[in-house]
Each structure stands twice: as structure tokens, then as C-alpha cells.
């Protein structure tokens, strides 16, 4: 007997604008000159915020923090097509993510500087607190997006990590879980090609890390990820499959980390300058704005006015951080249990009164 | 001999291990071309290429499971998990494979490992980056568990946990690594696994601490007769040695960064109370972080058993 063909597959890329600020127009998602404007001022938020985050860790005033320059598009682009009633499950380096879904800034300082009330998430939003062990939280997106299906609401679950995540056994039995209970989850994957000093082909031996999701029974596409209206695209595409109960899909977003990993790497030790000059010149951030500008939805005075606006911004979350000043020292014991154990309420009495240390 | 931090020594430690016995590789992420997030592994990818310094995938059980099967097979892996917050996905190689592997096959098989890991506050990380779960570790039959104090028990340990026939978790205190420096010998040399050390003698009271609250209790000890006790291993541990001590003494504190419940100090409470209870004055204390989930970096200090808390429990001690 022949062997037959039983299967084939083929994984696809998609890209919509290019370096030079030219779109595919047969592919061009439905937005707004408003929603692109919006798109833009949310990038340069978020990476005002970094730049503030990247000094003030310098100075001692936030502890270690992670960079997400490079991939402000990946992350404010796949954002921008979620709704508030979705959840998201960010990982540590979703600033973007959290500033575009309108995360509270002051708490993203809070957060970086060692607060964990900046961790709350607000009512009306449903952001997971930042997941530090990679990929670990990618089954808690699956569980909700089995529960948004049980409970018949047309949400979606979406989880974001990086390339390293993908070599974790949580990422694989995630995505089998989604798979097998065609769940609502839309998971994104910023493969900015380097885990700390771990390159893309050490943690994989696949072509792409989106034909990953065919093995589970779900599709993957590749996008660029420097390509807002790629992102978007793709993202809103995959959040309405999922609310129409078309079940998961996979999103690997090609992008690149132009900042060390966190402020306690170096990253001369593992990979060459050249390569992040070249990934420099595809910075998300321009490629929108010569877009707009062919668009004519840009001008100098706009950028200016934008600048001040974000600086603004910047500059009052941060004050309010500080107003807010250092965490009460009985926070520690409030949230282990709802009502304190025996022994927690005890050791509570004793930290209050010596002042713990 | 020069005075070096405990990074240097762990360094010092892998060099002359890999280049005295080619069974010995090192594995892990980021531990080959980075040199490790703490520089541990600095030089070894250089020297002894990358099939013995092996830069892995992000993969905490892929990790250990691999090694698992290098190390039955004759090698001698050192493992790295690059926290020790990081290191519970492969919780299950560690409790039902690598601490088992001699018993389930008879001896047939074994499992000569080493996983390093740092672990412990004290260097304002993120979350995850700081818990003391030692105790987890401990609990298991099969497994070794040692914890250096410094430079100079850091460099001989390992070298007993690369040649150890068992698997052995080293758990490296990152507050450590570069808070301090000692006099290290440039030749190798081994600080027997199991065995406990006298930092200092005293005849008052005993005091036992490990990892990054030897420093600590040191301070605390200042003023008092107190006989000092550095565990360095937790399993097996030196019970002679405290049980001695405490026969002495008639007093006893024991120090410990994790929270209290459950924790390794109460296993040694414990012990002095089986065996030891005649000769105590009063009650065992125990100095230990609250039963709360570690705060972040803001509170950490508060958290964190200090000098001054210690202090007030030998004080307490010595009343009776
Ligand atoms: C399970 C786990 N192992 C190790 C680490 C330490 N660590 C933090 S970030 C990181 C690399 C993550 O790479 P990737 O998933 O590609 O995300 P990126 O940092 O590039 O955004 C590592 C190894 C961790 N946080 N969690």
C-alpha cells in the first residue's frame, strides 16, 4: 500500500505597512483616522513611560525594570482590539498592553517600584496581576475562556508572552486545553528573538513559533510585529473567531527587544550592535507616523502637542505615586487569607508592635 | 589565597571541577554565552565549549528531567535554575524521579546531580525572585540539600555536591553573592555534605542559622556567650552537632528567612525537644519571617528576620 498525503499544512505571515509608511490597501483593517491617531498616542505613551521608568531606575527610585522598546506596536496594536470586558494575562514586559487597555499609570509605577497595590486592578478591568514565571499563566487564560464559554458571554481570554515562553510545558498544555475545548483564548506572542541572552534558535528548532498552534488543532499567524495595522488586524480578527465561538487562536508577532532585557542585563555580552541599529531602523513608532504623514494625519504642531500631552501625563502619574507615598507596613498581613489565620493574626500583634526588620 | 566574593568562588569551584573530570557539565539559562544573570558560569563556555556548557531552552523541567537522564547515564551535571522561585514545574522531576531513581531501580540506576539555584531576599528583586522554600526541598527523602554561608563553605561544598553519589539542590543566597568577601583557597577542596560548622564558641546559648541569616545572627550574637551554629546542609543535617551544642547551652534560637510555619527550624526545635529536653532552661525559640506571602521590595526589609529581631529572641532566651 502507498503511503498517502493525510495532512498538509502551511503557516502564513501577514504584513500590511512597510518600512516606508506604504499599506497594502486589500488588507488594511477597518480604523479610523481618529482610532490611528489614538494607536499613535498610546505608542508614544508607553514609551514616555519607559524612558521615565528606564531613568528612573537609574537614579534608585524604581528596582528592575523591562524595557518594551521596539515593540510598542505588538503590544498597544493587539491591545487596542480588545474590549473591556475581555481579561487579559499580561506578562512582565506588557506596558504597552496595560497603557492601552488604560491601566492606570500611577500603578504601573507603583508596581516598578516595589508597591503591590499597584497591582490591583481597577473595577471595570479585568487585568490579571503581571505574571513573573514565564509562560505559568497561559492555562489561567484558558480557564477563563472556558468559563466566558460556559457562561455563554461573548468574551475572549488573551494572553500575552515571549518566545521563551514558548519552550515552558504550561505553553504547550495551554494551548492543547484551548484546542481540545475550542476556547475562547487568543494568545499573543511577542517573539522579540532573544530570552534574556537565549537567541530564537536555541529555543526552538521549528521555522516559526506560529505553526506551533496547528499541532493543537488551532491556527497560527505570523505577523510583523513593527506593523500596527498586521497587529491589530490580527488580533481583532482572532478576538471576534473567538466571541463567534470559533475557538483559539495563535498570534506570533516577529518583532525585536531594543533595550537590554531588564535593567540588570547587558545585552553587548550576547548579541551585536549592528543587529539592534538594524532593528532601530524599523522602529514601530516612526514607521506609523510616515503612514500618517502620507496620510495627513500628522503634523508637526500634533507631535508637539502630543509630546507635552504624554510628558504630562508621565510626570502626574508619577507625582501621584509619590503622594501616594510608601505602603502601610500592615498591608503585608491583609491579603494572605480572607480572615487571618490563628497564627498570622498573632504574628501581625507582634510585627506591629516591634516594627518587624 | 585571595579574598573573593561567593560568585568568584562558585566560579572558581565549576573551573576546577570541569577541568579536573570531563563527566562534569554545566547546564541551564542563560549559563553559557551571559555567563549566568549572576556570572556564576562566567568563562566555562569559553573554556570548555558549548556540549558541556549548555545554553538550554526556557525550560525548568525540560532542565532537570534532561539532567536526570545525563546523570544516570554517567555524567555529572550541574544544573542551574536560574531562581529558585522558578524551579516548582519541575518539582515533580525533582520529588518522583531524581530523589527516587536509586531507590526505584534497586540501585541500578542513580542520580549524581547537582541543581544550583540562588534563592532568598534581601536584593529588592521582582516577585518570585526571593522566597526561602528550602523546607520543600528538604522534605523530600533522596535529596540532599545544602545551603553555603559565604565565599570560602560555598567553593568546598559544591565541590562535595559534584561528587556527591546523590542528587543534591545547592541553594546559593543571592544576597550573598557579592555582599561579602573571603579568604579562598586557589587549590580544591571539600566541606563534607551533612556536617554543620561552629562560627563561633560560646557557652550560654546555641544559635543556629543558615544561608544569608548567618551574617545576621552573627551580628545579633555580639555581647552574648553564644555558641554559633552554621548548618550548611539541611538534609542530611548535623543534628550531633546542635544536640551537642544544646547540652551545653541549655539554651537554643534557631534563625531562620522563611516564613515560621513549616518551616526547616522547626524540624531542629523539634530534635532538641526529642532529644535534648533535659538539658534545656527554657523554651526553643525560633526567629522567623511571618506566615504571609513575601511583600515586595518595599516592605522586604520589614519581612526579613533583622539584627534587632534576633537580639530581642536571645534576650528572651536568656531570662530563663
Ligand atoms: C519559569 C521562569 N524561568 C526563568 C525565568 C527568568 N527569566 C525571566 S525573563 C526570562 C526570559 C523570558 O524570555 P521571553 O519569554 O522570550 O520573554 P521576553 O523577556 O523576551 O519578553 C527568563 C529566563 C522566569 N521568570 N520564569
Known sequence: MPEKRIESFDVKRLEILDEEGSVDKTLMPALSGEEIKSIYEMMLLSRAFDERALS??????????????????????SAFAAEKSDWIFPSFRETGVQIALGYPIYMLFQYWSGDERGMKCPDGLNVFPICVPVGTHLPHAVGAAIAMKIRKEKKAAIAYFGDGATSKGDFHEAFN??????????????????????PLSRQTASSTLAQKAIAYGFTGLQVDGND???????????????????????????????????????????????????????????RLRLYMEKEGLFSEEFQRHLEEKVQKTIEEAFRKMEEIGHPPLSGMFAYTFKKPSPMEAQQMKEFLSDGGG | ?????????????????????????????????????????????????????????????????????????????????????????????????????????????????????????????????????????????????????????????LRSAIHDPDPVIFLEPTRLYRMI????????????????????????????????????????????????????????????????????????????????????????????????????????????????????????????????????????????
Open chain 2, 181 to 320: 568577601r573571603e579568604e579562598v583557597p586557589e587549590e580544591q577542596y571539600a566541606i563534607p555534605l551533612g556536617r554543620a560548622r561552629k562560627a563561633r564558641e560560646g557557652k550560654a546559648i546555641t544559635l543556629v542559622a543558615w544561608g544569608s541569616m548567618l551574617q545576621r545572627t552573627m551580628k545579633a550574637a555580639d555581647g552574648f556567650d553564644a555558641d554559633v551554629i552554621d548548618l550548611m546542609s539541611l538534609s542530611p543535617w548535623d543534628a550531633e552537632m546542635v544536640l551537642g551544642s544544646v547540652r551545653k547551652t541549655g539554651r537554643a534560637v534557631i534563625v531562620q528567612e522563611a516564613p515560621k510555619t513549616c518551616g526547616f527550624a522547626s524540624e531542629i526545635a523539634a530534635t532538641i525537644a526529642e532529644d535534648a529536653i533535659a538539658y534545656l532552661r527554657g523554651p526553643v525559640l525560633r526567629v522567623a519571617a511571618y506566615d504571609v506571602v513575601l511583600p515586595f521590595s518595599k516592605l522586604e526589609d520589614y519581612y526579613m528576620p533583622g539584627i534587632e529581631r534576633i537580639k530581642n529572641k536571645i534576650e528572651e532566651a536568656m531570662r530563663y
Open chain 1, 56 to 77: 528612573l531606575q537609574r537614579e534608585g527610585r524604581l528596582g528592575t525594570y523591562a524595557s518594551i522598546r521596539g515593540q510598542e506596536a505588538a503590544q498597544v496594536a
Open chain 2, 1 to 157: 589565597m585571595a579574598a573573593v566574593n561567593m560568585v568568584k568562588a562558585l566560579n572558581m569551584a565549576l573551573h576546577q571541577e570541569m577541568e579536573k573530570d570531563p563527566s562534569v557539565v554545566v547546564m541551564g539559562e542563560d549559563v553559557g554565552v551571559d555567563g549566568g544573570v549572576f556570572r556564576v558560569t562566567e568563562g566555562l563556555l569559553e573554556k570548555f565549549g558549548a556540549e558541556r556548557t549548555i545554553d538550554t531552552p526556557l525550560s525548568e523541567t525540560g532542565i532537570i528531567g534532561a539532567a536526570i537522564g545525563m546523570a544516570a547515564y554517567g555524567l555529572l551535571p550541574v544544573a542551574e535554575i536560574q531562581f529558585m522561585g522558578f524551579i516548582y514545574g519541575a518539582f515533580d522531576q525533582i520529588a518522583n524521579h531524581a530523589s527516587r531513581l536509586r531507590s526505584r531501580s534497586r540501585g541500578r540506576f542513580t542520580c549524581p546531580l547537582v541543581i544550583r539555584t540562588p534563592y532568598g531576599a534581601g536584593i529588592k528583586a521582582l516577585e518570585i525572585h526571593s522566597e526561602s522554600t528550602e523546607a520543600f526541598f528538604a522534605h523530600i527523602p533522596g535529596l540532599k540539600v545544602a545551603v553555603p554561608s559565604g565565599p570560602y563553605t560555598a567553593k568546598g561544598l
Open chain 1, 177 to 198: 486545553l484551548a484546542g481540545v475545548f475550542s476556547a475562547p483564548a487568543v494568545f499573543i506572542c511577542q517573539n522579540n528573538q532573544y530570552a534574556i541572552s537565549v
Open chain 1, 228 to 286: 500596527v495595522f498586521a497587529v491589530y488586524k490580527a488580533a481583532r480578527e482572532a478576538m471576534e473567531k473567538a466571541k463567534q465561538g470559533g475557538g483559539p487562536s495563535f498570534i506570533e508577532c516577529f518583532t525585536y527587544r531594543l533595550a537590554d532585557h531588564t535593567t540588570a542585563d547587558d545585552s553587548t555580552r550576547y548579541r551585536p550592535v549592528e543587529e539592534v541599529e538594524k532593528w532601530r531602523g524599523r522602529d514601530p513608532v516612526k
